[in-house]
């Protein structure tokens, strides 16, 4: 497994912009696929955006199509996601996860590895 650990969350207004980092160890990290996942209170873990081990494919959610852009630099072990242009329904713990697969998936169920979460709050 991986240990990954988020940070970069915080308050923003409406419009603004926030970088997460995801901080991973291990040796297995440049082999897997990434995501970012999101949890609003009340609702169910949701699919943000995926990457693959190289990062050469990406996939996002219809959300966050546009305003976000997750990208990684293996030789830091490390997964980023970048987001602009943040909406009040952007609020929520972000979390990061390492697929058990090469390629991003939009699946909870394919991710075995998981950050403690970091809050991004986004006020109107």
């Known amino acids: 497994q991986v240990k990954l650990v988020e940070s970069g969350g915080g308050l923003v207004q409406a419009g603004g912009s926030l970088r997460l980092s995801c901080a991973a160890s291990?040796?297995?990290?440049?082999?897997?696929?990434m995501g970012w996942f999101r949890q609003a209170p009340g609702k169910e873990r949701e699919f943000v955006a995926g990457?693959?081990?190289?990062?050469?494919?990406?996939y996002y959610a219809d959300s966050a199509k546009g305003r976000f852009t997750i990208s990684r630099d293996n030789a830091k072990n490390t997964l980023f996601l970048q987001m602009n242009r943040l909406k009040p329904e952007d609020t929520a713990v972000y979390y990061c996860?390492?697929?058990?697969?090469?390629?991003?998936?939009?699946?909870?169920?394919?991710?075995?590895?998981w950050g403690q979460g970091t809050q991004v709050t986004v006020s109107s």
């Open positions: 996860a390492a697929a058990n697969k090469a390629y991003e998936s939009t699946e909870v169920s394919d991710y075995d590895s």
């Open positions: 291990g040796r297995t990290f440049s082999s897997r696929g």
């Open positions: 990457i693959s081990w190289t990062g050469h494919s990406t």
